[in-house]
């Protein structure tokens, strides 16, 4: 038996000390903690990565702190337009949504496709359809609506931007006691955003991916720098063809090859061995770990 | 000055000899060699690859013999919708769109979301708002309407399947003078499919990659695999990585990797030294290439 292991994100971007309050960053802190303990529940009893990833993504979007699910930010029309995408690593079998309204949990949609569909990816309306055949929890406009997105919503329309200060996603990684590697990534987008625009999260190989060979990565960060650098993937060839160690491959496209395009974000990622990073060129990330017999890590900011 | 080369595929699939007539092959023949001459035309007064590449597919997708534009195929709705992504080697930048309804050419769209929007990837009804904007030449329903891809939706939905015989997709990759590689690929998606499916075509990594430093590729093939695979990257990562050569990594990738999985179809390629492989595992792949002062090369069946 491996010795399971499990990472969240909860986004990453401009997140600083100086603009955090104790009551907030205590609540960030419970967020993460409460996504690794419902991963943690699954692996502990020798459930599947996969499972543990959906859990702890449930959690995630749950929480109205968190841009996914509950807590996803406003298109320029106001509405909440959802992607998720989640991947096993023994299989390679993957499942995806995007541009979806009213799901309660994206991330079970993106397994339901995985599992009860003969497609990867489905999109907007037919998306919509399919999530109505698997009967998948819906939640009114109402839940989605948290007074702090209106008012992000409200600024980046006044400057006419998007808000790429807001580039939050949520991500679990897992490596279960099979030693099956599984990723899964959850956004509500960018707050302000047009045009029907999809990001990475919800694209196998740039915002999630997963093989038993290498390893599970889920990204959070400016998504079209993510897409352009095939990030996820990218990690993983680094690894198989290169025979670099995790570290070494997560250094090189998060430090390296992002920065140099302009790609600001970050991703976890864990290998075969239990080995796990958390790297971001961003200010902060909210990020969490657990080893099995381990303590819990939580980080937040840069240091 | 670097010589130039230019490659186009027209989809890969069940396409043998014994189901073909002299008309058809020479109809299919023509249409390689008639978008060969269009992106030949941009190469040959030293023009961009990436402005080869577009002028390349507008002919595939003018033609109404390619499952592209206007001959592309139903969905179960009695639809066209049709995607589209192109990639230019030097910057890494790209664009794609899914979803699209009535545009006479989707390549055009995409190239102008690279250029002319802060996104990649753009879907569904915000991409036609996009298109609007853009002022993208549209097409009523009546010109894609083709009788034999009438005549195919009636029969996959009497067998209620999608039609995998018909993975149909129209791509190109070119090599300019300026040593610069470039990559499209657009395609009116599977017949008979269901709930806003999304294959490989407009996902940057799977169906379409272009990076100077090794290669451009164009897929064509069970979409849902070269996803999970990421294949045009893959061939990329296995040159950058391990140093094969463009040849070697496309066999893995085709030969090995994909039919492991499962996964049919084919893949054109061009490295920066103007080497082309035109590889596939299916029956067949409408396909050509030339390289500056060359013949053409014009390939359908496996022999």
């Known amino acids: 038996m491996n010795q399971y292991a499990i990472a969240v994100h909860g986004g990453a971007g401009t997140i600083l000390r100086s603009t955090m309050t104790p009551e907030k960053e205590e609540a960030y802190r419970k967020g993460l903690s409460d996504a690794i303990a419902a991963g943690e529940a699954v692996l502990k009893k020798n459930g599947h990565s996969l499972v543990a990833v959906e859990k702890a993504i449930r959690v995630l979007e749950d929480n109205p702190l968190f841009n996914a699910g509950r807590g996803s930010v406003f298109t320029n029309k106001g509405k909440n337009e959802m992607d998720a995408s989640i991947m096993e690593g023994r299989s390679l079998m993957a499942g995806a949504v995007t541009g979806v309204r009213n799901i309660k949990n994206p991330i079970s949609l993106a397994k339901a496709v995985m599992e009860k569909s003969e497609h990867v990816f489905l999109s907007g309306e037919g998306a919509m359809k399919f999530a109505e055949l698997m009967k998948a929890e819906r939640e009114p406009d109402e839940y989605f609506v948290v007074a702090e997105r209106l008012e992000q919503l409200k ?12 580039i939050g996603t949520v991500g679990c990684v897992a490596l279960d006691v099979h030693g099956n590697l599984a990723a899964g990534t959850s956004t509500g987008g960018m707050t302000n955003k047009k045009f029907g625009r999809v990001g990475d999260t919800p694209m196998i190989g740039a915002g999630t991916y ?10 959070t960060g400016h998504g079209e720098y993510f897409i352009r650098a095939v990030v996820a993937h990218d990690v993983s060839c680094l690894m198989e063809y ?13 430090q390296d090859k992002l920065v140099k395009m302009g790609g600001e974000g970050g991703l976890i990622a864990l ?6 990073e958390l790297a971001f060129n961003s200010d902060g990330m909210y990020r969490a770990s657990k080893k099995q017999g381990g303590e819990i890590f939580i980080g937040i900011y840069r240091d």
């Open 155 to 166: 600024k980046a329309k006044e400057a006419d931007k998007t808000m790429l200060d807001h």
């Open 210 to 219: 997963a093989n038993n060979a290498t390893c599970a990565v889920s990204c």
């Open 242 to 254: 290169k025979g670099l160690p995790l570290s070494e491959a997560c250094k090189i496209v998060v």
């Open 271 to 276: 290998d075969a061995h239990g080995n796990i």
